[in-house]
């Protein structure tokens, strides 16, 4: 506590110098007494008063794994980290897709339609985004001052993200279909891709592909401050900036060719983009700490960040008619994306982002080590894609004036909690 006190009060010296104008030559005189006695104050000497070379983070020093040296023959003034990331993510639900029918001979306004018992779903009304990701994130720090009680770090990480995919073709058997909610006829519908009626023989052949991705990267600029420390332990408070960018985006393509006979050829392309994105500024506040015992050391991080992360949302829909003698026509809305809810929107939201990392670190020599961890982090409030998605759809506006309800809408931003987890592999070097 004293040696807390002895730094604390030296550095409201500086500031306190630096506020009175002061000469240049005597801030320097005074930045060398206040690095004096921070070097005298803390790890250098043991509560006793006697001379401590050995630090915790110094692995190598002190014990029979010293080799040639038996006492702390440095200082290393510098850290980079390396490390390979196998995470995992909350995801986000999806509403059904693609759906099809187990009967082959399925009626008509029953073929992909949600509620009947032949119905199946084959894409969506599930969780996305929520498989391993795989990642990196480098780290680079310098201390400032000989004693190692004041450094400058830097992260930067992120994940590859999660792709969750369809991708079917059918010439009517099986059944391939899009399934909604008509906001007209107030009852579960569907538009058919692929069907063969068992009584008109073929209605329509086409293809369904469909997309679900994820990606997320932040970025770290912090101080260390060292509070404690000992031959064993170390702990010190961190503070700086924070950064994070969590996106995820929905693409559903569909082209069906007609073949009842007054339009026979004529084909659909239908195509839905849903995508959200959360950026986040803000201030972290937490404690880093190292625990050491000959050539193995373990390290823990834990910190909150508070700020604001601006949202958007995009949505965007399209369906280009092409008949078989004729020009192409293109329709302003896809299937669930329509003019109703077509557009971009921009929210603010305060979020908490707290954080936790420990490793445990196997040192080959005073220099370089390996190690394994865990991290987890946790955000209070973000937006995904499948909240974002109203399936209520009147598709008369979509070759026409609207006639009934306005479906879809833009549901707003549906807030939810997000977290990422999962193994951290590292290589690090001091130097």
Not at 248 to 260: G, K, N, P, Y
């Amino acid at each position: 506590m004293k040696t807390n006190l002895r730094l604390v009060g030296a550095l409201g010296v500086l500031i306190l110098l630096a506020a009175t104008h002061v000469s240049a030559q005597e801030v320097r005189q005074a930045l060398a007494d206040t690095l004096d006695v921070v070097r005298q104050a803390t790890w250098l000497n043991d509560a006793d008063g006697s001379y401590n070379p050995c630090p915790a983070e110094d692995t190598w020093c002190g014990d029979n794994s010293c080799g040639m040296c038996n006492q702390c023959c440095r200082p290393l003034n510098m850290w980079a980290q390396v490390e390979y990331l196998m995470w995992w993510g909350k995801g986000s639900h999806l509403p059904p897709l693609v759906t099809t029918s187990t009967d082959p001979n399925v009626a008509r306004e029953e073929a992909g339609v949600l509620g009947f018992p032949t119905t199946r779903i084959l894409f969506g009304d599930e969780l996305a985004g929520d498989e391993i990701q795989y990642g990196g994130r480098a780290s680079l720090g310098i201390w400032l001052d000989p004693a190692h009680d004041v450094g400058l770090g830097v992260r930067v990480y992120g994940l590859e993200g999660d792709n969750a995919t369809f991708d079917a073709a059918s010439t009517g058997d099986p059944v391939l279909a899009r399934p909604f909610y008509n906001a007209l006829l107030l009852q579960e519908d569907a538009v058919l891709i692929a069907y063969v009626d068992p009584i008109d023989g073929p209605i329509v052949e086409g293809n369904i592909q469909a997309n679900y991705k994820t990606s997320f990267v932040a970025t770290d600029v912090y101080t260390r401050i060292m509070m404690e420390r000992d031959q064993i332990n170390r702990v010190d408070l961190i503070g700086g900036y924070s950064y994070f960018r969590l996106a995820d985006a929905l693409r559903i393509r569909s082209f069906h060719t007609a073949r009842e006979p007054l339009v026979d050829g004529t084909t659909f392309d239908i195509v839905d983009n849903f995508s959200t994105s959360n950026i986040f500024h803000g201030g972290m506040l937490g404690l880093q700490g190292t625990r050491a015992r000959g050539r193995w050391s373990a390290d823990w991080m834990t910190k909150v960040s508070l700020g604001s992360a601006r949202q958007r949302v995009r949505i965007d829909g399209s369906t280009v008619v092409t008949p078989f003698m004729g020009a192409p026509v293109n329709l302003p809305g896809g299937l669930l994306a329509q003019q109703t809810n077509i557009g971009t929107y921009n929210n603010s939201q305060t979020l908490a982002v707290p954080e936790l990392n420990v490793n445990l670190n196997y040192h080959f020599n005073s220099n370089v080590s390996v190690g394994v961890g865990y991290s987890a982090i946790w955000i209070s409030s973000v937006i995904t894609t499948g909240p974002e998605i109203d399936r209520q759809v009147n598709l008369s506006q979509l070759t026409g004036p609207l006639i009934g309800p306005a479906r879809p809408l833009f549901p707003g931003f549906i807030q939810d909690d997000y977290w990422l987890m999962g193994l951290n592999f590292s290589l690090r070097a001091e130097y």
